[in-house]
C-alpha cells in the first residue's frame, strides 16, 4: 500500500497556483514546490504521477479566475466593452497567469484566421457584439476581431508591466477604435 500523502491534492494546486501567479510557469518544477510545501517531492508524485498534471490543474485555475472576469465584464451595460476592458484588467491583475493563457506557446492555441476563437468566452462575447450592434455574424466577427487585437495588446503591455496607459485612457481609445468600426469608417 503506498505512503499517506503529507499533503492533500488542494493543498498541492494551491501552492502550485500561488507559485505560478507570482513567478511564472517556469518556477513550477517538483523540487520547488516541494521546497514551498515543505516537504520532499515524494508526497507530491503520490498525488499525482507528473508535474504535467499539477500544471493542468494549475491551467485550469487560471481559466477559471480569467472567467470571473469576463462574466463580470459582459455583466456590464456594454457587454462587449466590458468583456474586452477585462480582457485587459485580467493582464494588469494577473500578469503571470495572463501570460500562462495567452503568451505561451500552446498547441492548442493555433490561430487560423479569427483570432478571439483561442479564448472558450469568444461565442458568448460574439453573441453581444451581434446582438447589443444589430450586427450580422459576419459584420460582428469583423468588429470582434479588430477589437480584440487592440485589447491584445493593451494587455501584452500590461502583462509586460509596460504601463504606457490608465484604464481610463484605454477605455476611451477602445470606444472610438470601435465607433470607428462599427460606422464603417476606415482606420
Do not use: W
Not at 13 to 18: E, G, I, K, P, Q
Not at 45 to 63: C, G, M, P, S, W
Not at 77 to 98: H, N, R, S, V
Request: charged share 25%; hydrophobic share 40%.
Amino acid at each position: 500500500m503506498p505512503p499517506k500523502a503529507k499533503c492533500t491534492k488542494e493543498q498541492i494546486v494551491s501552492t502550485a497556483f500561488d507559485m505560478v501567479r507570482a513567478s511564472g510557469m517556469s518556477v513550477l518544477t517538483a523540487r520547488n514546490l516541494a521546497k514551498e510545501l515543505g516537504t520532499s517531492t515524494a508526497p507530491i508524485f503520490t498525488l499525482f504521477n507528473t508535474v504535467e498534471e499539477i500544471q493542468n490543474e494549475v491551467k485550469d485555475r487560471a481559466n477559471a479566475l480569467y472567467a470571473e472576469y469576463i462574466r463580470k465584464g459582459l455583466s456590464q451595460t456594454l457587454a462587449f466593452k466590458g468583456a474586452g476592458m477585462k480582457y485587459i484588467e485580467f493582464a494588469k491583475d494577473e500578469p503571470e497567469l495572463f501570460k500562462l493563457l495567452f503568451l505561451s506557446e500552446n498547441a492548442e492555441t493555433q490561430i487560423t484566421h479569427f483570432l478571439p476563437y483561442y479564448d472558450a468566452h469568444a461565442p458568448e462575447i460574439l453573441e453581444t457584439v451581434e446582438k447589443s450592434f444589430s450586427a450580422d455574424k459576419e459584420r460582428a466577427k469583423k468588429i470582434y476581431n479588430h477589437m480584440s487585437v487592440y485589447a491584445f495588446g493593451f494587455a501584452s503591455l500590461f502583462a509586460q508591466k509596460i504601463y504606457m496607459f490608465t484604464l481610463e485612457d484605454i477605455s476611451l481609445m477602445m470606444t472610438e477604435v470601435f465607433n470607428a468600426l462599427e460606422s464603417g469608417e476606415k482606420l
